[in-house]
């Protein structure tokens, strides 16, 4: 079975054509209930779930800082009916401020607007009696090691692993994990400070820079601790759902294009991925047994993995939007809505009449992403308004001007400075495309 939409038991086990889901948007269109949905500090693809509950017409409760680091985008404000201006770092103020919120005016569902906001959602919801994510589960979603804990116990293959706090540990932990070896912190996202080392010494550079960090994001500052794991080799992917009511659901799995190594830099993503049906059927059962090992019973997931001599691999796996705009690609090329899909179902809507089912635009989709080549700095990118005339450029957003400083070290997402979302006839095409991108496009000047 190709990717695609399925629905959870709640509704139906088996998979709804696209006609009979445009007979039924149809036919209920706008007869959907108006729910308050609170979004916690939303960022980046979490966007998606202010833009959703507007189009259907719901109220948006949006809690943000409101200052330094956590500042909502200007689209996300003029779509929200609400800022409820708090400390979203602070949990006491947090909870606080919506509980006093939904007593005034009830709110159906509560959702992170990012990596680091799946605590506050999953506390939120509980104090609330919404459907959630179980608190008690957070930690093995959120913390690389307690993840790690977690899979092993449930009797699935994954690396070596163990956790560092200080360099004289880094001997012992290479011992254990072996080498080349990965070393990154145990509660970062978006590759910050992940790197392969392949010697003790490089292990303790990379763990020296995770405590000289001084950067924040979101206004929190990295741990000192560090998860040291087995390196494996292999092609990266990620297979990306939603939990309903204990229902696993992976409706997609996507090919992840890195940078060169010692960095993990992602440089694109193709959905879905080109894969033959038996090693796609294989990584979506091992994604499945994840999502259950670390207990997500409902909402969004993120599992990242790799092909290992044929077999999946964990590399980590999160309870939120997938980022890098997969969830567009996504409803591209299987037309299902994930952020329509989870506030449908944390709200109790019916997910058709909510809009989480649309017409596919693709046979697949995908996006590159360009950097300046470590120059820190450019000057202009040649070729890049020949490129947004072809029919299969969605989007090319550039996401740093010229001439502004860039990271030198190409280590993570913030280096990347334009971004090429795209069409394609097959996942091989996809592929193709993403590499004329990287062909016609020239980073020019220094």
Same mark, same amino acid.
């Given at each position: 079975?190709?990717?695609?939409?399925?629905?959870?038991?709640?509704?139906?086990?088996?998979?709804?054509?696209?006609?009979?889901?445009?007979?039924?948007?149809?036919?209920?269109?706008?007869?959907?209930?108006?729910?308050?949905?609170?979004?916690?500090?939303?960022?980046?693809?979490?966007?998606?779930?202010?833009?959703?509950?507007?189009?259907?017409?719901?109220?948006?409760?949006?809690?943000?800082?409101?200052?330094?680091?956590?500042?909502?985008?200007?689209?996300?404000?003029?779509?929200?009916?609400?800022?409820?201006?708090?400390?979203?770092?602070?949990?006491?103020?947090?909870?606080?401020?919506?509980?006093?919120?939904?007593?005034?005016?009830?709110?159906?569902?509560?959702?992170?607007?990012?990596?680091?906001?799946?605590?506050?959602?999953?506390?939120?919801?509980?104090?609330?009696?919404?459907?959630?994510?179980?608190?008690?589960?957070?930690?093995?979603?959120?913390?690389?090691?307690?993840?790690?804990?977690?899979?092993?116990?449930? =009797?699935?293959?994954?690396?070596?692993?163990?956790?560092?706090?200080?360099?004289?540990?880094?001997?012992?932990?290479?011992?254990?994990?072996?080498?080349?070896?990965?070393?990154?912190?145990?509660?970062?996202?978006?590759?910050?400070?992940?790197?392969?080392?392949?010697?003790?010494?490089?292990?303790?550079?990379?763990?020296?820079?995770?405590?000289?960090?001084?950067?924040?994001?979101?206004?929190?500052?990295?741990?000192?601790?560090?998860?040291?794991?087995?390196?494996?080799?292999?092609?990266?992917?990620?297979?990306?759902?939603?939990?309903?009511?204990?229902?696993?659901?992976?409706?997609?799995?996507?090919?992840?294009?890195?940078?060169?190594?010692?960095?993990?830099?992602?440089?694109?993503?193709?959905?879905?991925?080109?894969?033959?049906?038996?090693?796609?059927?294989?990584?979506?059962?091992?994604?499945?047994?994840?999502?259950?090992?670390?207990?997500?019973?409902?909402?969004?997931?993120?599992?990242?993995?790799?092909?290992?001599?044929?077999?999946?691999?964990?590399?980590?796996?999160?309870?939120?939007?997938?980022?890098?705009?997969?969830?567009?690609?996504?409803?591209?090329?299987?037309?299902?809505?994930?952020?329509?899909?989870?506030?449908?179902?944390?709200?109790?809507?019916?997910?058709?009449?909510?809009?989480?089912?649309?017409?596919?635009?693709?046979?697949?989709?995908?996006?590159?992403?360009?950097?300046?080549?470590?120059?820190?700095?450019?000057?202009?990118?040649?070729?890049?308004?020949?490129?947004?005339?072809?029919?299969?450029?969605?989007?090319?957003?550039?996401?740093?001007?010229?001439?502004?400083?860039?990271?030198?070290?190409?280590?993570?997402?913030?280096?990347?400075?334009?971004?090429?979302?795209?069409?394609?006839?097959?996942?091989?095409?996809?592929?193709?495309?993403?590499?004329?991108?990287?062909?016609?496009?020239?980073?020019? =000047?220094?």
């Amino acid at each position: 079975m190709n990717d695609g939409v399925f629905r959870c038991a709640e509704t139906s086990s088996r998979l709804l054509s696209m006609r009979t889901i445009t007979e039924l948007r149809a036919r209920f269109r706008g007869s959907s209930v108006s729910k308050r949905v609170l979004v916690v500090q939303p960022a980046f693809s979490a966007n998606a779930y202010v833009a959703h509950a507007h189009s259907l017409g719901w109220e948006i409760l949006v809690a943000s800082h409101e200052s330094e680091g956590r500042i909502v985008a200007d689209a996300v404000r003029s779509l929200a009916t609400e800022i409820l201006t708090v400390d979203t770092n602070d949990n006491a103020a947090l909870q606080a401020a919506v509980a006093a919120a939904h007593q005034q005016n009830p709110i159906h569902a509560v959702v992170a607007g990012g990596e680091y906001y799946v605590p506050a959602a999953a506390l939120l919801s509980a104090r609330l009696g919404l459907s959630g994510l179980d608190p008690a589960a957070v930690d093995l979603v959120r913390h690389k090691a307690k993840m790690r804990e977690a899979v092993a116990a449930s =009797g699935l293959e994954q690396p070596k692993f163990t956790v560092v706090r200080e360099a004289a540990e880094i001997d012992a932990a290479c011992a254990h994990v072996g080498l080349p070896a990965v070393v990154k912190p145990v509660d970062s996202g978006g590759s910050v400070h992940v790197s392969r080392v392949d010697t003790p010494d490089e292990a303790r550079a990379a763990l020296a820079a995770i405590h000289a960090e001084e950067g924040f994001e979101f206004d929190r500052a990295l741990t000192s601790d560090a998860i040291v794991e087995q390196y494996v080799p292999g092609t990266e992917y990620s297979a990306d759902g939603y939990v309903c009511d204990g229902d696993v659901v992976v409706v997609a799995v996507t090919r992840k294009l890195l940078g060169p190594e010692p960095r993990f830099l992602e440089l694109g993503h193709l959905t879905p991925a080109p894969l033959d049906e038996p090693t796609r059927s294989a990584l979506v059962a091992y994604a499945t047994d994840v999502v259950k090992a670390v207990r997500i019973t409902t909402g969004p997931f993120h599992c990242e993995l790799r092909l290992s001599d044929g077999r999946p691999v964990l590399m980590e796996v999160a309870a939120r939007l997938p980022g890098d705009k997969i969830t567009e690609l996504m409803e591209m090329a299987t037309g299902l809505a994930l952020p329509g899909r989870v506030l449908a179902d944390l709200t109790g809507s019916d997910p058709v009449r909510s809009g989480a089912h649309k017409e596919t635009v693709a046979k697949a989709a995908g996006i590159r992403f360009l950097t300046a080549g470590g120059t820190g700095s450019y000057a202009r990118l040649e070729g890049w308004e020949e490129l947004s005339a072809e029919p299969w450029v969605v989007a090319n957003p550039v996401l740093i001007a010229p001439g502004a400083p860039i990271k030198t070290t190409e280590a993570d997402y913030s280096c990347r400075i334009a971004a090429v979302v795209f069409t394609a006839d097959s996942p091989e095409e996809a592929h193709e495309r993403w590499t004329e991108i990287g062909e016609r496009v020239r980073v020019i =000047g220094a």
